[in-house]
Each structure stands twice: as structure tokens, then as C-alpha cells.
């Protein structure tokens, strides 16, 4: 069964950047779309964007245009998801989860999550 | 961006109660809508995907229907555990976009 596991907490300033990361284990990674969300404290779920690691090219939310990069490496299945220009706004638990249905970001449900990882943006 | 309004947006409910959330599209998503629990410091967990279909290993007293625009879960009996917060998905459209979510308690 495939797991995910991410990387660990991170504490950043105002107008830095963040790169997660989210190993996978556990049976196929490259041709399973891996999509970034994330939840602010007390809120609700928002999805920031995705990439199939087969294909390399990622889509991402217009909210996060610009601001957000998410690679994959297929030789170690990991992706990443890489936040620029940090306000406080983005403290946030970010999850990347798998979407269940190969070589597809848009299709399919979110059947595996990773742990989440929490990012504090703070002076 | 397809918006997805849940309601309510809190219930508190007795063990063994029947309990219902439902979900609306700003548009017609066909049946590409998904159901997740969330409990505190946790993860979602896929409960119901394609509007109706229980994820494995998923209790049976999870369900789910509905198609184009309006949607319904339903817990038929509720046990202590299923106290968490429930989230409707759409995946239609990019982006996905996700209900505010129902927060469950026991009465």
C-alpha cells in the first residue's frame, strides 16, 4: 500500500520560501497525479496545484500562480511543492495527496494523504 | 472556479441518530464530487468517491448521492467516532475545490 510522508515542520520569515517534500512508498508513484493542499489554522481545505511525475508539467490554482512550483523526482518518488514571497497568510498545514486515477491531475478523488506538514510564517 | 456550499456548516447529533449534510455546485458537476472526514490533527480520509461509492474498507453506514448540482451524505447511524469534520470535493473542474465544511459533534 502506498504511503506518503512528508517533510517536517518548518518556521519561515515573511518574504522567504518553503520547499515540502512528500516521499512515496509502497508501490507506484510516477504515473499517479500527486496534488498540494492546504488548510489553514481553524479552516478549510485548498487545493494548490498538481503534476503527474511521469509528465513532468504541473497545474496550478490561479490563486497561486507565480508563487508556487511543484516538481517530482521519479528516481527517488518525491515530490515537492516550493512556496515563494511567504506572508503570514500562508501558515498553513500543507498535505499532498495522491489522486486515484492514473495520469489524470483533474480526475479522481484524493485516496492518499500524507501527514501534513505545518509552515508558520512569522517575523 | 466551481464553488461548493455545504450545509450546515456545524450538527450535533445523539449516537445512533441519523445525520444528513448536503452540498451544493455553483454548476453542473456531473457525479465528480467526493466525500472526506477529517479529524483534528489528522489527514482527510476518503470516505465516498463519484458521489455514491463507498471507498474500501469504509464503513457502510457512510453513503452518498446525488448528481448535477445537489448532493447529500448521510451517516445512517451515528457512533462516537464519527466525530470529525466533513468536507465535499469537486473535481469537475481545476481547480478542485472543496465545501467549508460540516463540523460533527455529540449531543
Known amino acids: 500500500q502506498v504511503q506518503l510522508v512528508q517533510s517536517g515542520a518548518e518556521v519561515k520569515k515573511p518574504g522567504s520560501s518553503v520547499k515540502v517534500s512528500c516521499k512515496a512508498s509502497g508501490g507506484t508513484f510516477s504515473s499517479y497525479a500527486i496534488s498540494w493542499v492546504r488548510q489553514a489554522p481553524g479552516q478549510g481545505l485548498e487545493w494548490m496545484g498538481g503534476i503527474i511525475p511521469i509528465f513532468g508539467t504541473a497545474n496550478y490554482a490561479q490563486k497561486f500562480q507565480g508563487r508556487v512550483t511543484i516538481t517530482a523526482d521519479e528516481s527517488t518518488s518525491t515530490a515537492y511543492m516550493e512556496l515563494s514571497s511567504l506572508r503570514s497568510e500562508d501558515t498553513a498545514v500543507y498535505y499532498c495527496?495522491?489522486?486515484?486515477?492514473?495520469?489524470?491531475?483533474?480526475?479522481?478523488?484524493?485516496?492518499?494523504w500524507g501527514q501534513g506538514t505545518m509552515v508558520t510564517v512569522s517575523s | 472556479d466551481i464553488q461548493m456550499t455545504q450545509s450546515p456548516s456545524s450538527l450535533s447529533a445523539s449516537v445512533g441518530d441519523r445525520v444528513t449534510i448536503t452540498c451544493q455546485a455553483s454548476q453542473d458537476i456531473s457525479n465528480y464530487l467526493n466525500w472526506y472526514q477529517q479529524k483534528p490533527g489528522k489527514a482527510p480520509k476518503l470516505l465516498i468517491y463519484d458521489a455514491s461509492n463507498l471507498e474500501t474498507g469504509v464503513p457502510s453506514r457512510f453513503s452518498g448521492s446525488g448528481s448535477g448540482t445537489d448532493f447529500t451524505f448521510t451517516i445512517s447511524s451515528l457512533q462516537p467516532e464519527d466525530i470529525a469534520t466533513y468536507y465535499c470535493?469537486?473535481?469537475?473542474?481545476?481547480?478542485?475545490?472543496f465545501g467549508q465544511g460540516t463540523k460533527l459533534e455529540i449531543k
Open positions: 470535493q469537486q473535481y469537475d473542474n481545476l481547480p478542485h475545490t
Open positions: 495527496a495522491r489522486v486515484s486515477r492514473t495520469y489524470l491531475i483533474a480526475a479522481g478523488a484524493f485516496d492518499i
